[in-house]
Each structure stands twice: as C-alpha cells, then as structure tokens.
C-alpha cells in the first residue's frame, strides 16, 4: 500500500472510516488509561477525528499524525478551528490549543517527538495497515513511544465475501497478540458483533463484525 493510495482517499471523499461524532468507547473507557489533566494522549493516522476535540476538551494534550493535508484542512475548516503552522524536519505541524497535527509520514516520527506521550489512542490505525505493514507500524510504535504509556486499541474482526479487501483490515485477537503480545500485557477489555448496525459489512457478505477494544500497556 502506497502513501498515494491514502491521499487519493481523501481526495476522492471515500472516507466511511470517518466518524462525525466522538467514539463512544474513548468515552467509556478513556479512564482505564489512568491520565492526569495535561497529559498527552498520541492519536496515530487521526484523518479529521474529532475525537481529538474531544480529549483537547477533557484537559488532555493531543499528538496526532495524519499523512493527507487535506485531512488536516478539512479538520480545522470544519471545526472552524484558529490553527497556527510551523514546520520541523520533513513535517508541517498544525497547531491549536492543545492539539498538534504532524503532517507527514507516520514512519518518520521518532522518540524525541513522542517523548511527552503518556497514552495512546488507536481507533483506526492497525485496521488501516496490510500485514505488509502492520507489522512495521507495530514495531515502530514501540520504538518510538515511551514504555510507560498505556494503548487503548480498537479492532474489527470481520469476514467479507464480496466487495473491497482494503481497510479497514480484519484484526483477530490472534493478530494483535502476535503484533504486541511479545513486549506488553493486553487485556481484551469488550467484544461485542456490531453486524446488525453495520449496513455496509452486511451488503459484503459479512457474518459477523466484531469490535473489540484493548488496554495494551
């Protein structure tokens, strides 16, 4: 999978990953991650998540890493948000109030600039990434994130049998085990199949839709 093809999603508009409303499991379980007012929540491939407004209102510092600039525009034109910019190495960084946008290559980050990160907020990241590359991006993110900060994952299992074989990518308990299982502890937290409420997996032929959130720390 190529940048482009990520940056051609956004351009194109074919983003039903994208989510207009704060994800009701970051409210339900933020608190196992145990944070303090002014800690830094790190939010990897944010696109526009307005989950990030939604931790910036809590009290919490927000890093986030988003590959498409329009991403990022759309972010800020349709929160009405006063952002500023400057630039470090091959980044443009977005700022405002709390939250910082590094646009660029999420491969690109390193431990200096995820030094202040306390937790870890991933929605979409894992099931956005092929095996090819989920598991450099696990890697990575244990590289450069520090060994203290807790993860909230959450996954989606599914079976297709019709339709696109692209993200989001099926993630078994199984896979996610094998991806961090080796360097931190992981506690399935809630499993539930969401296939009754999820008209697009049913047109594919999908059985099931489990979404299941992890504490990984």
């Not at 956004?10 to 145990?34: A, E, R, S, V």
């Not at 986030?64 to 972010?75: D, H, K, P, R, T």
């Not at 991806?179 to 499993?191: D, F, M, P, R």
Request: proline fraction near 3%.
């Amino acid at each position: 999978m190529k940048k482009e093809f990520w940056i051609e999603k956004w351009q194109n508009k074919q983003i039903g990953f994208h989510k207009d409303f704060t994800h009701p499991l970051l409210i339900q379980y933020l608190q196992l991650l145990k944070l303090s007012k002014g800690d830094t929540v790190f939010v990897p491939l944010c696109g526009k998540s307005i989950d990030m407004l939604w931790l910036n209102d809590q009290g919490y510092q927000v890093i986030g890493v988003e590959l498409s600039e329009l991403a990022i525009e759309e972010f800020i034109d349709e929160n009405k948000l006063k952002a500023t910019q400057d630039r470090e190495g091959g980044f443009k960084i977005y700022h405002f109030e709390n939250i910082t946008i590094y646009q660029g290559d999420f491969f690109a980050l390193n431990k200096e600039i995820m030094s202040s990160v306390n937790a870890v907020y991933d929605r979409a990241a894992l099931i956005a990434l092929p095996d090819d590359l989920v598991k450099k991006y696990s890697t990575k993110m244990l590289e450069i994130i520090p060994k203290s900060a807790k993860q909230l994952l959450i996954t989606l299992e599914m079976n297709r049998k019709t339709g696109s074989l692209g993200p989001p990518f099926s993630t078994s308990s199984e896979k996610v085990k094998r991806l961090y299982g080796a360097s931190k502890s992981i506690q399935l937290v809630q499993e539930v199949d969401i296939i009754e409420r999820e008209e697009h997996f049913q047109k594919q032929g999908c059985e099931f839709v489990y979404e299941r959130v992890y504490l990984i720390e």
